[in-house]
């Protein structure tokens, strides 16, 4: 892809990146997670979809030193909106547990991942999309990080959705 874009002289473009090139102890402390750039590095993601994003953030960076393109970079956080999958297994969280929630009898239990503490940044799809439109017309170079700075427990989510849901 990139070549392709050098070859076409193509002068400026966007990759897609993820929150997940953080290393594996901002998942593992969410009380000290930490997005600043510099804590990317040393690189320890927590799984290969981490790694490929982290890797193909540097080719593109390389290819913007190397060719002179302007390369953007977001690296999003759990993006959510009313368009996403809400059955089939796909559903982002959001989603799942809502609908959890709404096909719950009175008196049921939901089943959720994990003891519920683990935190996530959720990040609504029209907010993801003024973000990209935002970077791709500054002069930022870095990665960008687009997502709230607001961490919400799992187990506070399923307590959110209870509530509007009544």
């Not at 540097?58 to 993006?79: E, P």
């Not at 008196?107 to 940044?121: A, L, P």
């Amino acid at each position: 892809m990139l070549e392709a874009i050098r070859r076409r002289a193509i002068r400026r473009v966007f990759y897609s990146s993820f929150a997940r090139v953080y290393p594996v102890y901002n998942l593992e402390e969410p009380d000290h997670f930490s997005c600043a750039e510099d804590s990317a590095y040393p690189a320890t993601p927590d799984s290969e979809y981490g790694w490929e994003k982290l890797f193909s953030e540097r080719l593109y960076l390389a290819y913007q030193r190397n060719h002179d393109i302007a390369v953007r970079i977001a690296r999003y956080h759990n993006i959510f909106g009313p368009e996403g999958a809400w059955t089939g297994g796909k559903g982002k969280a959001p989603a799942a547990l809502c609908r959890k929630i709404v096909e719950a009898e009175p008196g049921d239990q939901i089943e959720i991942w994990g003891d519920g503490q683990q935190t996530r940044s959720f990040l609504y799809i029209d907010e993801c999309v003024e973000g990209k439109l935002r970077l791709m017309c500054s002069g930022f170079a870095g990665p960008a990080n687009i997502g709230s700075e607001e961490m919400v427990t799992i187990d506070g989510l399923v307590r959110m959705i209870m509530r509007v849901s009544r």
